[in-house]
Every structure is written in structure tokens, then in C-alpha cells.
């Protein structure tokens, strides 16, 4: 499938709260990593799309879901959301040793992800 759903990612107002209802709830593993500017949380699901769980990088926003969808070029493919009418709320930023990201707002209001894994 091109362009597949790759991660999903829950940006949460409060992370120990969320890791001890999913956790339990789905019984997943939950491993705490060190990232740039602050912790994450991988889960780790099995079979299928894993995620993670961080504080909410927006002050005062609502804890929500945040789907990525893989891309080949990241710098194009958000060019091409733009021009489509999206808004960009964080441009392309790479997490080194594991690619790139950006965020959108589409023309719906909704939010989605970008990702391109870093080259082997």
C-alpha cells in the first residue's frame, strides 16, 4: 500500500496517567526512551502499527491521537500538503538515527503526521 499508516502517536496531558490505562487495558509494552527534549514512551503492539505516548507539545491543548503516514520525501510531500491547503504546524524536523517528521492541520481541521524513516 503506498503511503501506509506507519505510527501513532497519543500526545497526552498526563503520560503516567495514559501508560497505566493502556498498559492495562491492551496489555502492551510500553518502553521509556530518551528523546530530544524530553522522554517517550515506544508501544510496542506486535503485530501491526506500534506508537507512543509524550506530553502534549502544545500548552493547553487536549490530549489527543496523532496518526503518521509514511512518505518517500518529506520536504516534497509537505510542499504538496501545503499547496493543497494545509496548514503547517511543525515543519519537517529530523529525530537523528530514525527520520524525519512534519505535522499538518488539513483543510477539514484535522490533524495528521508525516514520516520518513531515515536512508539505510
Do not use: C, R
Not at 510496542?44 to 505516548?53: A, C, M, P, S
Amino acid at each position: 500500500m503506498p503511503n501506509p499508516f506507519v505510527h501513532i502517536e497519543l500526545n497526552t496531558t498526563d503520560v503516567s496517567k495514559a501508560k497505566t490505562f493502556y498498559g492495562s487495558l491492551f496489555n502492551w509494552t510500553l518502553e521509556d526512551m530518551s528523546m530530544p527534549g524530553g522522554s517517550y514512551t515506544m508501544i510496542k503492539v506486535g503485530e501491526g502499527t506500534g506508537g507512543g505516548i509524550m506530553k502534549h507539545p502544545v500548552p493547553g491543548a487536549p490530549s489527543a491521537w496523532l496518526a503518521y503516514v509514511q512518505v518517500d520525501n518529506i520536504a516534497t510531500a509537505t510542499a504538496k500538503a501545503k499547496s493543497l491547503g494545509a496548514t503547517v504546524m511543525k515543519d519537517v524536523t529530523e529525530i537523528p538515527g530514525m527520520g524525519s517528521f512534519s505535522v499538518l492541520i488539513d483543510p477539514t481541521g484535522a490533524a495528521i503526521a508525516l514520516w520518513q524513516p531515515k536512508a539505510k
